[in-house]
């Protein structure tokens, strides 16, 4: 894991590395760089840095959910956490707060949990996180 975040630095002399974040990054033609986002899945809510795909694969781990996507949904104060489910049975909401609990953080474990018949998937069969409903609309929020 070391090598892949301390890479040579080729702007630098021989043999010095520099730290790869996750952040992307675009520079435009007055050499201003330019924020797009993370490279992985990590996030930062209220001052946490979160990995959402630590979240869903816990929530994954549980017997009756099939697969689980999260993300952070609403802007500024308003931002909550959300996990996206598909399951094979009725689970409450306290059921997967205390599935979770147990082996997260409380910043980690979703406000918001909206189940859905299947998770929408791009071309490449991955979860498309940008058509994933918003939970407000679903009178969940």
């Not at 797009?36 to 009756?64: F, N, P, T």
């Amino acid at each position: 894991m070391t090598a892949e975040r301390f890479v040579a630095d080729p702007y630098g002399p021989p043999g010095s590395r520099m730290y790869r974040t996750g952040d992307l990054c675009r520079v435009d033609a007055h050499d201003v760089l330019h924020y797009l986002g993370r490279g992985d899945s990590q996030v930062k809510l209220r001052g946490y840095r979160i990995e959402l795909g630590e979240i869903e694969a816990l929530l994954a781990g549980h017997a009756d959910v099939t697969v689980a996507a999260a993300t952070v949904r609403g802007e500024g104060a308003e931002q909550r956490l959300v996990a996206y489910l598909v399951t094979t049975a009725e689970l409450p909401d306290a059921v997967l707060r205390a599935h979770l609990a147990g082996r997260l953080p409380g910043y980690m474990v979703p406000d918001v949990f909206v189940r859905l018949p299947e998770l929408p998937l791009n071309r490449s069969g991955k979860t498309d996180r940008s058509r994933l409903p918003d939970p407000r609309r679903r009178g969940r929020c």
